[in-house]
């Protein structure tokens, strides 16, 4: 149980191009969903955190025109990175948890995104 | 003080020994505890929840908790080279965030 489903895997795109991933739970109601970005041998960093319904909250430096995300129902939550540069080059990794309790987070398997 | 935190390691322990992961955390984050792996290019995957005082085993893995020293660890044993991974502590409080520790490296040498 609490698979989370991210796509697409790996994106390479041109500079300027904007970059839809999506983020799915299959098998449980995620009433909250977070949206992290993990450069090469750091921590993850925590971009936002969005309830079903509701506007994102995005964490400190974290532009919300540049990071578009949509959390449009229990299962399904999309982070849209617009004109992408290539500083914006990173590992996106989405999570989703239930509101049950005191529920984990069950990550997605990540987007590697590379912009040239 | 930060909320959750780790010793970056690198651990290195020798095939089928115990590796001992530790944790320590704020006041903010004192409700639930996680320990996660992430693999290197991977995302973290769940391995262990624990929420009260004690120990939870789950096969080669057991989570200590002891919430009067805010402490919170992972023993792993018989470790094997494919535990070789960064183990993430996890923690949350009242609020919708858990807050990742920066993970330890830990690598078992065959």
């Known amino acids: 149980g609490a698979v989370v489903s991210q796509h697409p895997s790996r994106v390479i795109c041109k500079s300027g191009t904007s970059v839809k991933i999506e983020c799915r739970s299959l098998?449980?109601?995620?009433?909250?969903m977070f949206w992290y970005r993990q450069f090469p041998k750091q921590s993850l960093m925590l971009m936002a955190t969005?309830?079903?319904?509701?506007?994102?909250?995005?964490e400190q430096g974290v532009e919300k025109d540049k990071f578009l995300i949509n959390h449009a129902s229990l299962t399904l939550s999309t982070l849209t990175v617009t004109s992408a540069h290539p500083e914006d080059s990173s590992f996106y990794i989405c999570?989703?948890?239930?509101?049950?309790?005191?529920?984990?987070?069950?990550f997605g398997d990540g987007t590697r995104l590379s912009i040239l | 003080q930060k909320e959750v935190e780790q010793n970056s390691g690198p651990l290195s322990v020798p095939e089928g020994a115990i590796a001992s992961l530790n944790c320590t955390y704020s006041?903010?984050?004192?409700?639930?505890f996680f320990w996660y792996r992430q693999y290197s290019g991977k995302s973290p995957e769940l391995i262990m929840s624990?929420?009260?005082?004690g120990d939870k085993e789950d096969g080669r893995f057991t989570a200590q908790l002891n919430k009067a020293s805010q402490y919170v660890s992972l023993l792993i044993r018989d470790s094997q080279p494919s535990d070789s991974a960064t183990y993430l502590c996890?923690?949350?409080?009242?609020?919708?965030?858990?807050?990742f520790g920066a993970g330890t490296r830990l690598f078992v040498k065959a």
């Open positions: 999570s989703a948890r239930t509101g049950k309790g005191d529920q984990p987070q069950h």
């Open positions: 996890a923690a949350k409080g009242g609020g919708f965030k858990t807050i």
């Open positions: 624990i929420y009260s005082n």
């Open positions: 969005s309830n079903e319904g509701s506007k994102a909250t995005y």
């Open positions: 006041d903010r984050v004192s409700q639930s």
């Open positions: 098998d449980f109601q995620a009433t909250t």
